[in-house]
Each structure stands twice: as C-alpha cells, then as structure tokens.
C-alpha cells in the first residue's frame, strides 16, 4: 500500500457516520404543487380569452391605423362616411357631403336646426316638418324654387307675409297668370311714383253701376254702354252712356259709399 492509499484510508475511517440522518425534500409538493398547476393553467386560459376577445373587437368594430368603422381621421379634421347615428349633440363647425352628392338630414320626426351667438342666445331657427319648412326668423336666400312640375306656396297660417327688397320687389309669370286675391281689402300703394297698368284690356269687374232715365224709348233698349266715374273717395262705378256725361245724374251711388 502506498503512502497516499493509507492516508486516504485513514481519514474515511476517521469521519462520524450518522446512520439515522433525516434527509428533508426542497420544492413544492402535494395538493400545493396541483393548486399551483392549476392557477397557471387558469391564468393562460384568461390571457387567451382576452386575445381572442380583443381581435374580435377590432375585427367587428374595423379598427384600422387611420380610424374606426366609418370614422377615418384625416390631416384635415374627421371623416365619417356611411350611415351613423349620433345619441348626443353634435357640434361641427362645416357639414358638406361629396362632389356631386346631396346631403341628406333624415328624422322620423321634425328637423331643426338653430343658429346662436357667442352668448347662446337663439339668433334663428329652421324647422322642417311633415307640413313644411317653419323659419323663426328672417329669411334671406337668393333664390327659391319648387320641385319640378309642383307649386311654391309661401303661406304664413296666423300672421302677415311680408316681402321688402330696398331695390324693388318683382313678381312674374312667364307662361301663366298672376292672382292677388284676399278676404277683406287689396291695396296698391306709391309713395312717390305711380301705378302702371300695361295690358290690352284691363277688365274691373262687379263695380256698382248707377242709372238714370232720360227718355222713356231709352228704357226699352239693351244699354251695353257705360261711363266709368269716380267718386270724391276714389271709388269707381259705372254710369249708362248717353249723348253726354251722366256721372252727376248717378252719383247718388257715392253718398251711401
């Protein structure tokens, strides 16, 4: 035996030997180890239901690096194309629609859109019902027109209509007529010029017409010949024709005007 051999020996038999030593296991086991298990497995099943859930949302609601379903923002503001509707007020400063497209205002009900100045207060309102467009206060367009083959009609149901222009006001039909008609009285007033009257024939129906008896042959013809007087009031009636004027003799008409 060597002299390394018996000094290896020497010291393995002198080391303590511990026959009953207790081992004691490092880690989790038991029902710690599958509770453990099972909280990984729930937390990766909840982060995969998160991502499928998140790419269903962008998926239906088409979220997209410039916007969201019909809503793109642009350099120039936000632009929605399509059908949307909207719960609250919305406030924009331009709505226009596109090139050669109308735009369209749709309501099951009334349209209404109002006009405020910096203090809100309501400066003017248009409402568009099932009867009409109702305007709240003045309107002032450069031109109005009807639909195609229909009637503009301009009524005011409870108050006057009024139509002022600085420069004149002109009322024309090219290939029709022109009515004025009204319940009480009709009034043609100038203040500094006169009243032009510009036709072949100008026709003043229903005026009351006076008479008188000159001749007893006289009362047995037709009389389709009248003279047109005035009263001292301005108001016109007819009087029968004769040699000459017979305004005097019928103008007792004028004292019950």
């Known amino acids: 035996m060597t002299r390394e051999q018996y000094i290896l020996a020497t010291q393995q038999n002198n080391l303590p030997r511990t026959e009953n030593a207790q081992l004691y296991p490092v880690g989790i086991y038991g029902w710690r180890k599958r509770c453990l298990y099972f909280f990984v497995l729930l937390l990766l099943v909840t982060m995969i239901v998160n991502l499928a859930m998140t790419i269903w949302i962008l998926k239906v609601m088409n979220f997209t690096v410039d916007g969201m379903g019909n809503l793109r923002v642009t350099k120039k503001g936000i632009r929605l194309e399509g059908i949307s509707e909207f719960l609250l007020p ?20 009334n349209v209404t859109v109002n006009a405020r100045n910096h203090m809100g207060q309501l400066t003017g ?97 037709r009389q389709t010949v009248y003279e047109l007087c005035v009263c001292p009031n301005g108001k016109l009636y007819l009087s029968p024709a004769g040699v000459g004027s017979t305004c005097q003799s019928s103008s007792s008409i004028c004292l019950w005007s």
Not at 93 to 107: F, G, T
Not at 140 to 146: G, K, N, Q, V, W
Request: with cysteine.
């Open 125 to 221: 309102q248009l409402t568009v019902g099932t009867e009409g467009a109702v305007f709240g206060h003045s309107v002032e367009t450069p031109h109005i027109r009807a639909e195609p083959s229909q009637d503009l009609r301009l009524e005011s149901p409870t108050r006057s209509l009024i139509m002022e222009a600085p420069r004149g006001v002109q009322v024309s039909a090219a290939a029709g007529d022109f009515k004025a008609a009204c319940r009480k009285e009709l009034h043609l007033q100038s203040t500094e010029g006169e009243i032009f009257l510009n036709a072949d024939t100008i026709r003043l129906g229903n005026l009351p017409s006076g008479s008188f008896s000159s001749s007893p042959s006289s009362s047995n013809t």
């Open 90 to 109: 919305l406030y924009v400063k331009e709505i226009h629609s596109r090139k050669d497209s109308p735009l369209v205002l749709q309501s099951d009900r």
